[in-house]
Structures are given as C-alpha cells and as structure tokens.
C-alpha cells in the first residue's frame, strides 16, 4: 500500500502559527510595535509576501493591526476563544451571573431611557410571561421575551448583543433547571417580575438594577 503524502499547511499560515505562537510567549508585548517584514521574512523563513498574508490572518482574528504609515501592532496576547464554544461549555450558574451582568445594567438603563410604547411592550411581556404555559419551554420563551424587552428599552446596541448571544444557551439552561427544580412559588416569581417593571416605569435606576439582580440571585441560590 503506497503512503499517504503528509499533507502541509500553507506557508502563511504556518508563518501566522509561528507568530502567534511568539506573541503568546511575550516578545512583544500589548500595543508593542511588530518588527518590520525585512526582518520577519527571514525570521520564519519566507518571503515578505507570506508574511504580510500572516499579519492579514492574525488582524482578521483580532491579534495585530495594521496602521497607515506607522506599522504593524499587537492589539490581544491570545485568540479569543470562539464565543459559541464559550457558551456551550458554560455551566447553568455562570450563565445566570453572566445574565446578572447583562441585565441589571440594562434594567438600569431601562429606567432612564425607555420610551412610553417601551414601557407598554414591558407590561405586555409581562402579561404574557405570567399567563399559563402550555410547556416549559414555552415558559423560558416568554420570560426571554419579557428580559428582552427589557434590554430593548436600555438603546445600548452592545447590551443587545450580548444578551441575544446568550439566548440560545440561557434557554438551553432555564428549561433544564425547571425540570429539576420548578419554581417553587410562581405568584413571587411573577411579583419579581413586576417589581422590576415598576422600577423601570418610576425611572428609578438604582430599584430597576436590584430588582434584576434580586430576581437572578434568587435564581442561582436555586442551584446551590
């Protein structure tokens, strides 16, 4: 049987690997200025073609930038791990304090921004979240509606981000804790809920805030 032929990354990307390997090692440091190509070509031994193809990788993943007439800089010690992979690997209890990050600063905000028809959109997810749910997942549904309409009246465009990029997880999440633990008093729960709305409707920021946290502290002591 003839042998397989070892297939060889490309030269850029083994050059990029090399860099982001020394980075991760120190030698340069946070906002430190890269060595010009002259001296990094035969460094990793290649061509200056192969190591502008290297640097283009390393900006794209957020490591180094590139600035007109200046030079090449290091802007992360370390590839961010892949924001998905983050969240599947988290664990109920970090998802809820990372929520408690999230969302009393935007209860916060809430308070101070919203609009009347914001303020209207809360009051019906309210409503809805506190109606009878025909599965738990259709209870998790509603309550993310009634959070998101929270965030939506923060108008922080980051805050909104994040919190749907949570979704997906802190769904996964919410579901398989109420399977094991139900809420044990759904009147209080729904009492949480509509505290954190009349915060918001007072315009009083500093209640808005403990109210989220409140109700997401006494989510994770459920876990413990």
């Known amino acids: 049987m003839a042998d397989v032929p070892v297939l060889r990354a490309p030269l850029a990307d083994q050059a990029a690997d090399a860099l982001l390997a020394r980075i991760r090692a120190g030698e340069w440091a946070l906002g430190e200025k890269l060595p010009g190509e002259?001296?990094?070509?035969?460094?990793?031994?290649?061509?200056?073609?192969?190591?502008?193809?290297?640097?283009?990788?390393?900006?794209?993943?957020?490591?180094?930038?590139?600035r007109q007439g200046a030079g090449v800089f290091v802007t992360?010690?370390?590839?961010?791990?892949?924001w998905d992979?983050?969240?599947?690997?988290?664990?109920?209890?970090?998802?809820?304090?990372?929520?408690?990050?999230?969302e009393s600063e935007a209860a916060a905000l809430a308070a101070e921004r919203r609009t009347p028809a914001e303020l209207r959109a809360l009051r019906r997810a309210l409503q809805t979240r506190g109606e009878p749910a025909a599965t738990i997942e259709a209870h998790v549904d509603a309550d993310t509606a009634f959070h998101?309409?929270?965030?939506?009246?923060a108008h922080n465009d980051i805050l909104r981000e994040l919190?749907?990029?949570?979704?997906?997880?802190?769904?996964?999440a919410m579901v398989q804790m109420l399977r094991i633990r139900p809420v044990p008093d759904e009147s209080a729960d729904h009492d949480a809920h509509a505290a954190l709305?009349?915060?918001?409707?007072?315009?009083d920021p500093d209640a808005a805030a403990r109210a989220s946290r409140g109700h997401l502290a006494s989510l994770k002591s459920r876990l413990s």
């Open 38 to 66: 002259t001296t990094l070509a035969p460094q990793l031994g290649v061509g200056r073609s192969t190591v502008r193809e290297a640097i283009r990788q390393l900006a794209g993943r957020g490591m180094l930038q590139s």
């Open 76 to 82: 992360a010690l370390d590839v961010p791990e892949d």
């Open 85 to 102: 992979a983050v969240l599947r690997r988290a664990g109920i209890v970090s998802v809820i304090e990372a929520r408690t990050a999230i």
């Open 148 to 153: 998101r309409a929270v965030v939506d009246a």
């Open 163 to 172: 919190f749907d990029g949570f979704v997906p997880r802190s769904r996964e």
């Open 197 to 203: 709305v009349d915060a918001i409707a007072r315009q």
